[in-house]
């Protein structure tokens, strides 16, 4: 946690290509690394996340990939679909510690 | 499953005004918490509560106060509102042994 951001602030994809998302963070004791989705006039909702002993996770669409000795993880969604189109947060922390901080979001517009 | 409720959903204020938002949760989580999100983007931690009976201060706690008499309530408290604190607030909760936050749907705060 402590310092993250994210990159792109905002991303606009034509429907059926790709979209990544990075985000960085500065504490190297980070060992959970999860991505919310949220959707307009709703609460975030966790969509992925994955743990530091594991590089990659996939659950069809989208897969977060994990480099921790640079200090970055990223949101991959394939075949982008309208659906997709939301703002997506993600929140690396640290197990057992409770303040949860997200990082400053990054608004997907998928294009019909 | 009701999950997080929060109340009220909307509320104009003036400013100098006290007021309370209202969180419950009825899944029994440990931890608790506030976020203000500004502009549509950008979650900020206000105050969080890892047990009943216990707080701590997040990134922006100025001018908020919460308690947590029991594990299910969780209230957020403006004692004097001013302007900068028109937001919308959203009441969040995670369960022990779990990295996943569960939300409300948010109060929509306005201060004139």
């Known amino acids: 946690g402590e310092n993250v951001e994210q990159h792109p602030s905002t991303l606009s994809v034509q429907e059926g290509d790709s979209a990544v998302i990075k985000c960085t963070y500065s504490?190297?004791?980070?060992?959970?690394f999860p991505w919310y989705k949220q959707e307009l006039g709703k609460g975030p909702q966790l969509i992925i996340d994955?743990?530091?002993?594991?590089g990659e996770k996939k659950d069809q669409r989208i897969a977060v990939t994990l480099n921790k000795t640079a200090k970055h993880f990223s949101l991959h969604i394939t075949e982008t679909q309208p659906e997709d189109s939301a703002v997506y947060f993600c929140?690396?922390?640290?197990?057992?510690?409770?303040?949860?901080?997200f990082g400053t979001g990054t608004r997907l517009k998928v294009l019909a | 499953i009701a999950g997080i409720t929060q109340a009220p959903t909307s509320q104009i204020l003036a400013a100098g005004r006290r007021m309370t938002l209202r969180c419950t949760q009825d899944?029994?989580?440990?931890?608790m918490y506030w976020y203000r999100q500004d502009l549509g983007l950008g979650l900020r931690l206000i105050h969080y509560s890892n047990t009943a009976g216990t707080t701590g201060k997040g990134e922006v706690p100025d001018g908020y106060s919460v308690s947590r008499a029991n594990t299910d309530d969780f209230p957020l408290t403006l004692a004097s509102a001013v302007p900068s604190q028109t937001s919308v607030y959203f009441c969040?909760?995670?369960?022990?042994?779990?990295?996943?936050?569960?939300f409300g749907e948010g109060s929509r705060l306005t201060v004139l």
């Open positions: 994955i743990r530091s002993n594991v």
């Open positions: 969040a909760s995670k369960g022990q042994g779990t990295g996943e936050l569960f």
């Open positions: 929140a690396p922390n640290t197990s057992g510690t409770y303040k949860y901080i």
């Open positions: 899944m029994r989580h440990n931890a």
């Open positions: 504490d190297s004791a980070s060992n959970y």
